[in-house]
């Protein structure tokens, strides 16, 4: 089996600015660096589909949920709060993002693919149950989680967070809910200031301060995370993967580098091994820098997908 790759053309068409950091370009340069390094040849590619609006439900109230496809403008651009930028295809982005998560699950799930990687955007992991923020619509992640245990059965799921920006939308969603782990490394103090003090044993809050290398960055990781994920014992890994925290990418002041990223895989991997029957399903978060991202998702899929 291999590692499933779930993209779609019409992510690319939400397109925030020429200024904006979460732009188009970045699914364009991942493509690239794929057929560049020929990597493309060991994906099975599928293309996302839109998702059934109560799958979201599961996750938004239904009233935010409506009100974001109501105040899409047919033309133009509008700010739906001071970081997210709609215009008249992001909505239609979203739910190809969201429903690419879906679409993973299901794979891994079935036995399909063995693991998933989303390319896909908008990201997710800063929209809260009823609100916008950091590019965030629809929380793609905490979909993917509902989903596993609601339609899939699963009791544990994990959730990893590696984004160099808190992912305080998924801590919003699951703070409380033992059934699902949720293990975020972030810049602190940095946005989105908030949920960095939740005092919940299923939140692991794994906080970096600013130059953290690579070093740190693993025992900080392996120290925090390791035994919590033994304890938990997932049955599948769902990952929250932003590739920001490169020490070329100017959104943050972390200093990683495209190793790093490998690293964190194969810890991920192994734990999957043992506890998840090696299901594991990723979803592109952030990461701007055009090509520190591209160099580190595909250090990320390499791991994924074995080769």
């Known amino acids: 089996m291999k590692t499933a790759y779930i993209s779609h ?151 990893i967070d590696f984004d160099v920006h808190q992912g305080n939308g998924t801590v919003d969603i699951f703070q409380g809910d033992p059934r699902v782990l949720v293990c975020s490394s972030f810049q602190h103090p940095y946005y989105p200031y908030s949920h960095y003090a939740v005092q919940e044993s299923n939140i692991i809050n794994t906080p970096l301060e600013a130059h953290t290398q690579g070093r740190g960055f693993r025992n900080k990781v392996e120290n925090a995370w390791l035994n919590e994920l033994q304890k938990h014992k997932p049955q599948l890994i769902l990952i929250s993967a932003g590739f920001d925290a490169h020490k070329a990418d100017k959104m943050s002041d972390i200093e990683l580098d495209k190793t790093d990223y490998r690293w964190i895989t194969e810890m991920l991997m192994d734990v999957a091994k043992y506890y998840s029957k090696d299901r594991i399903v990723s979803i592109l978060e952030g990461g701007y820098n055009l090509k520190a991202l591209a160099e580190s998702v595909e250090q990320h899929l390499e791991v994924l997908a074995g080769v």
């Open 9 to 159: 053309h019409d992510c690319t068409r939400h397109n925030m600015g020429p200024e904006h950091p979460e732009s188009p370009a970045r699914l364009m340069a991942i493509l690239d660096q794929l057929q560049d390094t020929r990597l493309n040849q060991e994906l099975d590619f599928f293309r996302a589909e839109l998702v059934n609006t109560d799958h979201v439900r599961r996750v938004h109230p239904a009233t935010y949920v409506e009100q974001l496809d109501l105040i899409q403008p047919k033309q133009g651009r509008i700010y739906a709060d001071p970081d997210t930028i709609m215009m008249p295809d992001t909505m239609r982005a979203a739910k190809l993002a969201a429903g690419a998560a879906i679409q993973a699950v299901d794979a891994v799930m079935c036995g399909q693919n063995k693991n998933a990687f989303c390319a896909t955007r908008p990201p997710g992991h800063h929209a809260e149950r009823n609100k916008t923020m950091g590019f965030c619509f629809y929380n793609n992640i905490a979909i993917a989680a509902k989903h596993a245990m609601d339609f899939h059965g699963l009791e544990r799921v994990a959730i």
